[in-house]
């Protein structure tokens, strides 16, 4: 945001020279990213959190430099205009969850011309352009209050306003002459033919004021930030508008815009109100109860702060103190403070102004305990994927809805950081992929990157661990440069639990739509699913991405306690046997029934895997490697003659047959 130090002159007195007031705003958290100075006036351009959409309006960013000397505010918005009670409009709010309130004023006799200079000159400071003096004033009053408004010739619309979703194939012509497409995504304003402007965000090109315009419908609202938010995305669409509805504006400023408007419309557009004024909602709900102790707010900021101090700082910021109730105290935040909600929010309103750099340094020596042992495992289980070559990513929790299966069960974010990523994650997957992909963009051959963290749903929260590797296998001494399988990952996943002390699973057909069916597999521990492995079904990165992603907690739960045992001290009879199968039978069927088919004890190994049309289109070779071992004694060829024996005949059972 543009704003202009005589701006804010009127609204406050600032003891701090132009050049200063950077250095003060930095203090108590507000940046300032560009200065500079000009000819009897200073220009700032202010950059605001996502959460602070108070601070979009010289009153906002005046409120605040009240507040750093303990000052007042020296004039506020008091005008109420007085309207005749005839309706000659009607206003009909289909989703109040989407339009808490909306104000209409109806004005005539308007005369369409120049505005005064000093609300062009501010307009021209800060970036907009001066059109007329009825344009010029819903800019002006915009950019000091923070409330968007709209003004509609009210000659060219039906007289009766619908704040209403569009329906999907509708289209409007905007302000820029740009026909767009509406679904039922886009919030509108709308009159019984159809849509005149897309709420919050642009009018539309033929209810827009021109020079033959007469009377007016002056709108003032409060929209549903996210869908805004959506349909700007959506649109591609950004306006000052916009940018402020998607950050909160406060609800009760939509009365005192409105009204504030309306005066400068009367004074400089000889304006005059020509019938009753319409308000959906005239007492809206705004203030907010937070329950503070202030022991608690010492204990979060880190040094003792005086509760008078405290308190004083809170009312200079427009919060009102309540009740005492034991050991904690009622705190109502003002209805444009959107972003307080919990007692932390109030000790970070504490430390802005007491200042972050007077909170005294500690450094304590602390001598811990025993490790938890779920972290003590988690721990563990990062060092194996370290060692099986991985890099540990930590990425943020939030995905596109592209990656949701069952919306129903997701959670999406009504004020996201990144509106295309407005999904709390339910898979570990995509960020892995996005780090893959600026990886090999930077030239990387081969990205081993894994992640354990937490992911959610609607009723639930999982710890899981996922990992991927995308790229080239090097050259090496013992193989040549190859690309990335699906052996690679499922090695690592039977390396993880051989290292992790994970014995008894098994694999199966996986179904989850992230993985590509037939190149991956689902991991079944004590007969329960735990997750898959395989290729990713992604168009995130060009090149095949094989991966994994694991429930934690399953995981953990299913290792083995290690046991040592003696080294057998005598030697083992190995035997290689080629059969031929159906394509479709897992190595775990043959593995189980050989697991039971012999006397001795015997060591079990899949060597080989070959398929051939010679062979047959629904058969495979497989060579598994037997070895005979046993703990007292050296076993002879006559002692295990009778095992091979049984093992071919059980083999039969289930169509295996030797390959010749």
């Avoid at 344009?135 to 009210?154: C, K, M, R, S």
């Avoid at 009760?252 to 909602?281: C, P, R, S």
């Avoid at 009102?320 to 105290?329: D, F, N, R, S, V």
């Avoid at 407005?422 to 990886?439: C, D, Q, S, V, W």
């Amino acid at each position: 945001m543009i704003v202009n130090y005589n701006w804010l002159l009127d609204w406050v007195d600032i003891d701090t020279e132009p050049h200063k007031l950077p250095e003060l705003l930095d203090n108590i958290g507000i940046e300032v990213e560009k200065f500079e100075l000009i000819e009897g006036d200073a220009i700032f351009e202010i950059n605001v959190t996502p959460n602070r959409g108070d601070l979009l309006s010289v009153i906002g960013l005046a409120r605040e430099i009240a507040a750093i000397n303990g000052k007042r505010l020296k004039k506020n918005i008091e005008y109420k205009p007085t309207f005749p009670e005839k309706e000659i409009l009607k206003v009909k709010i289909e989703s109040e969850e989407d339009c808490q309130r909306y104000i209409a004023t109806p004005i005539s006799d308007i005369k369409i011309g120049r505005s005064p200079s000093f609300i062009s000159e501010r307009l021209e400071k800060c970036g907009i352009r001066s059109l007329n003096n009825v344009v010029d004033i819903t800019n002006y009053v915009l950019l000091e209050t923070g409330q968007p408004l709209h003004a509609f010739d009210f000659d060219k619309i039906e007289k009766e306003i619908i704040v209403r979703r569009a329906r999907n194939g509708e289209k409007i012509v905007t302000l820029e002459g740009e026909e767009k497409e509406l679904s039922r995504e886009n919030l509108i304003i709308a009159d019984t033919k159809g849509p005149i402007a897309l709420a919050g965000v642009m009018g539309g090109l033929y209810s827009g004021i021109s020079e033959e315009t007469k009377r007016i419908l002056l709108e003032s609202a409060f929209f549903k930030p996210s869908v805004i938010r959506e349909t700007s995305r959506k649109l591609k669409i950004s306006t000052e508008s916009s940018y402020r509805f998607e950050r909160t504006v406060d609800i009760n400023m939509v009365e005192y815009a409105a009204y504030y408007a309306t005066q400068l419309l009367e004074k400089y557009a000889n304006g005059k109100i020509m019938g009753k004024i319409v308000d959906t909602n005239p007492k809206p709900k705004s203030q907010r109860k937070v329950m503070i102790s202030f022991s608690n707010i010492n204990k979060l900021l880190g040094m003792e702060i005086e509760e008078e101090k405290s308190i004083d700082i809170l009312k200079n910021l427009g919060f009102k103190i309540g009740k005492k109730l034991e050991e904690k105290i009622e705190v109502f935040a003002p209805s444009y403070r959107n972003d307080i909600k919990i007692e932390e929010d109030i000790a970070e309103e504490i430390g802005r102004f007491v200042g972050y750099d007077k909170i005294p340094l500690k450094f304590k020596y602390l001598n811990y305990g025993p490790i938890w042992l779920e972290n003590k495992e988690v721990i563990e289980m990062k060092n194996i994927m370290v060692h099986l070559g991985f890099w540990e990513a930590i990425n943020i929790p939030f995905i596109e809805p592209i990656w949701s299966e069952k919306p129903e069960e997701s959670v999406f974010l009504e004020n996201p950081l990144w509106s295309n990523k407005n999904m709390l994650r339910n898979t570990l997957i995509p960020g892995l992929l996005e780090n893959a992909k600026r990886n090999l963009n930077r030239g990387e051959e081969i990205v081993k990157i894994f992640e354990v963290g937490r992911t959610f749903r609607k009723e639930s929260e999982e710890e899981k661990v996922a990992g991927i590797i995308t790229g080239k296998i090097p050259k090496s001494w013992y193989e040549k440069e190859r690309e990335v399988d699906f052996y690679d990952i499922k090695g690592v996943v039977e390396a993880l639990l051989e290292e992790a002390s994970i014995e008894e699973y098994s694999f199966e057909k996986c179904n989850n739509s992230l993985f590509i069916k037939e190149r991956a597999l689902s991991l079944k521990l004590n007969g329960t699913i735990v997750g898959n492995l395989g290729l990713i079904n992604q168009k995130v990165c060009k090149e095949d991405v094989y991966g994994f992603e694991f429930d934690l907690k399953t995981l953990l739960s299913a290792r083995k306690e290690i046991l040592y045992k003696k080294a057998i001290p005598f030697p083992t009879i190995k035997r290689d046997i080629s059969l031929i199968v159906e394509r479709e039978m897992p190595f775990e069927k043959i593995q189980a029934l050989l697991d039971h088919s012999t006397k001795e004890k015997v060591k079990i190994k899949l060597i080989d895997v070959y398929s051939n049309s010679k062979i047959g289109e629904d058969k495979k070779s497989i060579t598994i490697r037997l070895e005979f071992y046993n703990p007292e004694k050296t076993l002879t060829e006559d002692e295990i003659k009778e095992d091979i024996e049984l093992i071919l005949k059980n083999l039969e059972k289930i169509g295996a047959t030797l390959r010749k």
